[in-house]
């Protein structure tokens, strides 16, 4: 079996990539991680990446007076490694158009909402507020817009009375573990395409019960 040779971006602690590293050692996972570069010295990710045996890169942004120029470093690396596939995975920088352009349905990011709903930053701590009772974890495919582009996978988790920003990220954290690998495997696959904005070829997709939150009697 052909692999896709996959580059991972991350800037913290990198949780998903662990379970993304967890995923490719499966003899029948249809991708293999072959670098992951941190734009912060001495993320916690680097070290979970090299303790797996998986090359690193550092390439701290602050060094680049323009993004395009540090985008331009970014997307050098990838293609020294012959990555074919880029997962962010808590990556906390934009990406420039041409970047972007570049890897145009080979680009795919984790967001801790149902999108579209709840873009950005502080997206647990706006669920709250707002006063929802389904949140989530969204896995698509980049565009140049923050947190858009074409919806690949999402997991539904509910809001539950008492909940802190801190107990329903750790929640949503638990539903993206499990959701980043799952859609990866669809894409490194080639189970899913995108036409248009439109993510297509999901088939023998079968009917699931209903998530209530509050849950029926």
């Known amino acids: 079996m052909s692999r896709k040779r996959i580059g991972v971006l991350i800037s913290g602690r990198g949780s998903n990539l662990q379970a993304l ?38 390439i701290n942004h602050k060094d680049f007076p323009l993004r395009e120029a540090f985008d331009a470093c970014l997307d050098a690396a990838l293609n020294e490694a012959g990555v074919e596939l880029v997962c962010n995975a808590g990556f906390m920088r934009l ?6 352009a570049r890897w145009r349905d080979r680009h795919l990011n984790i967001h801790p909402s149902l999108l ?11 669920v709250l507020e707002a006063g929802v009772r389904i949140s989530g974890c ?31 990220a750790a929640r949503v954290l638990e ?9 990866l495997r669809l894409v490194a696959s080639g189970a899913v395409s995108v036409e248009g904005e439109r993510v297509v070829g999901l088939a023998g997709e079968q009917d699931q019960a209903p998530l209530f939150s509050p849950p029926l009697p």
């Open 116 to 126: 579209p709903a709840f873009k950005g930053l502080d997206a647990h701590a706006r």
């Open 95 to 100: 990406h420039g158009q041409t970047f972007v």
């Open 21 to 58: 590293i967890e995923a490719c050692n499966a003899r029948d996972f249809p991708a293999d991680i072959v670098l992951v570069i941190s734009n912060v010295p001495q993320a916690q990710g680097l070290l979970r990446a090299e303790t797996a045996h998986i090359p690193t890169r550092t």
């Open 175 to 183: 539903a993206e573990h499990r959701l980043y690998p799952h859609t």
């Open 138 to 168: 969204t896995v698509h495919f980049v565009r140049s817009e923050m947190d858009s582009g074409p919806i690949v996978a999402q997991a539904a988790v509910p809001v539950l009375n008492g909940d802190t920003e801190a107990s329903l």
